[in-house]
Each structure stands twice: as structure tokens, then as C-alpha cells.
């Protein structure tokens, strides 16, 4: 049993295990449209974009990485107009998927949760000023656009 649990904390972190996260995914809302996309897992993690798209005009956009540093998977987001913030994996699960950081501001947790349906719950939440706060971005996954 410890020879076991000793094996399992010196195995290196595994981007393949978010490989469900990979894909297209938007959610239309009246006007507004936001697109998120995450490439498969390769090397040692995953390269995504987020958009969002309001009445045909780009409103804000976000680079985001997810890769092994410092033996954990980390992610890293860097929001228009903000600096760039990385969150440590928490957990990873077959369907779920935390980042925590708490010495940011807001967020402190970003949570993936591929639900039943196939759609993605994308999720923040933290303290804000003192007081919790949380925004649910749900997803439906689309077929990415073909390259010419």
C-alpha cells in the first residue's frame, strides 16, 4: 500500500487526462457569442482561446495554456487588458477538472465540468472584496471551423 501511494505522487502530471476538454465550444446568448477552444494534449500540455463576440464586433478575448510546471498541471490565463495569472491543478478527474489560486483576486478557482449531456460547465468563483462570487459559463460543443 505505500510502495502503491509512493509510485502515485513520484508519476508525472498527464495532460492526456484533460483530454475531453479538447474541442470547440460556444454559447450564443441574443447578440453575444462566446467561443472557447482547446487543442489535444501533445508535449507536455494544451493551448486554448476564448472569444467574445458581440454584435459582429470582438468585446474581449483570452490566451490560455494548461501544462505541467513544476510536477502539477498548471493553468494560465492571460484576459485582455490583464496580466497574465496561473492557477495549480487542484484536482483532475475523468470529467472535472479544478485550478486554484488563492492569492489572486478574482477568481481564485476555475472548475471544467463535462456534464452528462456533453456539454461543459465552465465555472469561477472565489472571494471578491470579501464576499463569494461565482459565474457559470455553460458550453455546448460545436465542430471547430476547417482550415482552407
Not at 510502495?3 to 465550444?25: H, I, N
Request: charged share 25%; glycine share 8%; with cysteine.
Amino acid at each position: 500500500m505505500v510502495t502503491f501511494a509512493l509510485l502515485t505522487l513520484l508519476q508525472a502530471p498527464d495532460p492526456a487526462a484533460l483530454s475531453w476538454l479538447a474541442g470547440c465550444w460556444q454559447r450564443q446568448s441574443g447578440t453575444r457569442l462566446v467561443e472557447e477552444v482547446w487543442t489535444a494534449p501533445a508535449g507536455d500540455g494544451m493551448l486554448g482561446l476564448s472569444r467574445t463576440i458581440d454584435n459582429g464586433r470582438t468585446i474581449d478575448h483570452e490566451f490560455l495554456q494548461i501544462r505541467v510546471d513544476s510536477e502539477r498541471l498548471v493553468y494560465v490565463a492571460r484576459p485582455a487588458r490583464q496580466p497574465e495569472a496561473a492557477f495549480g491543478a487542484a484536482s483532475i478527474g475523468p470529467r472535472e477538472a479544478v485550478f486554484e489560486n488563492p492569492a489572486h483576486d478574482f477568481p481564485q478557482r476555475i472548475i471544467y465540468r463535462l456534464r452528462e449531456d456533453g456539454s461543459l460547465l465552465a465555472r469561477i468563483e472565489g472571494l471578491e472584496k470579501g464576499r463569494p462570487r461565482a459565474a457559470d459559463f455553460p458550453l455546448r460543443r460545436v465542430a471547430c471551423p476547417a482550415t482552407p
